[in-house]
């Protein structure tokens, strides 16, 4: 245990970046990993949007994260706060399928290169906060806690948690979801947001009055079980001579706006 996470990566993933070595560093004493200059929301350099021009060093190796993750030599080094990154380019799939996941991930104003898979995954809490990515394949996901993909979460794929279970709340407030099929984006022609069977015990909030959400693309809930409000405020569904929302047989504990 006396041999840092730095030291174990080098020695599996030669030529570690500036962000990869923070993310190791950080992971330990359960910090956040500011992988560019500085943390300031508002300076454009930390746009994920502007994501393709960062240089090399803000890359975090999708194999990296899966290791720091699921590695037997790393098992109880990272801390139970969990993996907070901020302002990184992440490349490669991320290939969470099947994995139980011990602590929390939360990813900050990140670029993802490609898909993100947590099918049939298990994990505290998943937050995706102001990020770009494109598909997310979630079906089947067990969350302890919250799902939070909101603040500027802007997806170009299909995005889906279907049959899936949430301990705490599922939120997409401020969201934009654009569904796409291969590298073409094709607007207003598949799932959004795929959300169908899923059980979740707190509340969906897809758009909220002060944070808007836009979907292009259908947004399924059919069969969904929520345990308490179903809200939609202000957000825009658009999803011409299709279903904007399908949302047959849901059933709430609370009220639906």
């Not at 259908?218 to 299709?242: H, R, W």
Request: proline fraction near 4%.
């Amino acid at each position: 245990m006396n041999e840092s996470l730095v030291a174990l990566a080098q020695e599996r993933f030669p030529e570690l970046t500036r962000a990869e070595e923070r993310m190791l560093e950080a992971a330990i004493k359960g910090e956040r990993a500011v992988c560019g200059q500085n943390d300031n929301d508002a300076d454009p350099a930390n746009d994920p949007g502007n994501g393709q021009s960062w240089l090399p060093l803000r890359t975090v190796r999708a194999e990296i994260l899966e290791w720091l993750c699921t590695a037997g030599e790393v098992f109880g080094r990272v801390n139970r706060q969990g993996i907070h990154i901020y302002a990184a380019k992440i490349s490669g799939i991320l290939k969470f399928a099947y994995t139980t996941i011990p602590f929390p991930l939360f990813f900050e104003r990140c670029d993802f290169e490609e898909d993100i898979s947590f099918k049939n995954g298990r994990i505290p809490s998943l937050i995706l906060t102001s990020i770009t990515t494109h598909r997310i394949l979630a079906d089947g996901l067990e969350v302890a806690n919250n799902v939070l993909l909101n603040a500027g979460f802007h997806s170009r794929g299909e995005v889906l948690f279907r049959d899936a279970k949430i301990g705490g709340m599922f939120r997409t407030d401020g969201g934009l979801f654009e569904y796409a099929s291969g590298t073409v984006y094709t607007p207003n022609s598949g799932n959004a947001l795929g959300c169908d069977r899923i059980k979740v015990n707190g509340s969906v909030v897809l758009s909220a009055s002060q944070h808007h959400s836009t979907f292009k693309g259908e947004v399924g809930l059919a069969g969904a079980s929520i345990g308490s409000n179903l809200e939609c405020d202000g957000g825009a569904f658009e999803n011409p001579g299709k279903y904007a929302i399908r949302a047959d047989c849901v059933t709430t504990g609370g009220s639906i706006f």
